[in-house]
């Protein structure tokens, strides 16, 4: 059963809403779009590997997707983690189209260049075996009792290939073909670990985990060197990308190609909450959408399912959790 659905993470989304807003010129703008980039490729391989997980049993499997918990002020997410009575399982996806190579003298995983020259990469067998460390000690901190875990390294891409130098049984036992998700979590179950959960007890924990869920929260101006006036205003038009758009009686007006369009403004304060990570006033709203007058904003700001703080000319929208 999957409780927590795959999704577009919040940094993917802020860096979604980031790259239409700064200008090409900009220093930073190349890599906003490369981390864009990474962001689309992780969130592809993910999709690919998604469907493979909702074969898996909805009576004894409980699926979650991009948890992000936090232990011993120390944060760690996982792509995908599987709870079940008797263990639980942690996957690390990739989706690479390049051949990850292994070399079992070295120990070291490495790829190749154009060019011919050796990169080592870091071990994403480790990395994932990382995750599900901190996932034990997170159990034992909200007083769980410890089930085995087990991880795996999802390859998402068919393309893919594991090269490896030597003999390395507990390398190629960890990374696994999407397609082979299922066949991976029968054999685990096959050991027949004891059923250490029951029904009330994996409802706390499913409780327990999706509460403790945090979005990574950047400061994007910082990370990327923006100031304020870098950050494009007005009304995007989703025909042509031309802004501002003009609000009209009917609907907003783009006077690049003429199309009309109602809802764009609220893409656009979606823009605001996902760049500024903050409230909105009015006013803010006013120049943010360039619109002739503070009540316009408070309007349209009105229409939209947001949390309400303070009074009059102070009052400042959220968006809700």
Known sequence: ????????????????????RVSPTHPSYETIVSDLGKRKIGYFGEERASYFFTLLPSDTCLIFHGLRLNVDNLYFQMDVLVLTPSFILVFEVKNSTRHLHYD????????????GRKVGTYNPIEQVHNQAYLLSRW????????????????RSNPKSVLEITGSAPHITSKFISSENIP?????????????ILDKKTMKKVNQKLLHSHEDL????????????????VGVICKDCGSRPMVKKRNGWLCPDCTSIDKNSWKLAVD????????????KTCQHFLQLDSRHQAKRL?????????????????FRKE
């Open 183 to 195: 066949n991976t979590v029968r054999k685990v179950d096959a050991r027949n670990f004891p059923i």
């Open 271 to 282: 823009d605001w909450f996902y760049i500024m990570n903050e409230g909105i006033t009015a």
């Open 217 to 232: 929260h950047l400061d994007l101006f910082k990370t990327y060197d923006l100031t304020h006036d870098d950050i494009h």
């Open 104 to 115: 079992s003298k070295t120990e070291q995983f490495y790829k190749i260049e154009t060019d």
């Open 301 to 317: 700001l009105a229409q939209l399912p947001l949390e309400i703080v303070g009074e009059n000319i102070k009052t400042t929208y």
């Open 139 to 154: 159990l034992q901190v909200k007083g769980v009792e410890q089930l085995p875990i087990d991880y795996y390294v999802v």
């Open 1 to 20: 059963m999957i409780i927590f659905p795959l999704k577009k993470s919040y940094p993917h989304l802020r860096l979604e809403a980031l790259v239409t």
